[in-house]
């Protein structure tokens, strides 16, 4: 997992080549004119969902863990809240892994709770258990789907 500031997006870029992809895309369009929903960059390589939502309290975190995917979540607008945990700690599982979505639940209690500001990303790796859309209001956020 990382938490750090749109400005220092490079320091991420030997990573994964799609990450720069990623932020470039980021870098030059306006998200506020994006609509709700699925935009392509590289097909299913690359992608963005924008979402809006009403964040929930920590008390009722689902955690998420992905195979084929790194997370990038950039909030615009307000503050969020994400449940953190190693994916190997993860002990209460809900269902089955889905391989079509790319996802599994787990309901397990966050080992720790961090905040995402405007500004901010986080990066979220197969290996990361995430609880998201914690927190109080309603945000608008970009999800960076790059595949591994």
Known sequence: MILDSISNCERYYALNPRLKAAFDYLGQTDVQALTPGRHDIDGDDLFVNVSELDLKPVEEALFEV????????????????FGWRERRDCRMPQGEF????????FT?????????????????????AHAPMLGSGHVRKLIFKVRK
């Open 66 to 81: 992905h195979d084929e995917y790194i997370d990038i979540q950039v909030v615009f607008g307000g503050e969020e809240l």
């Open 98 to 105: 889905d391989t079509a979505r790319d996802v599994r639940f």
């Open 108 to 128: 397990d209690a966050p080992q720790t709770v961090y905040a995402v500001r405007e500004g901010q990303f986080t990066i979220l790796f197969p290996e990361d």
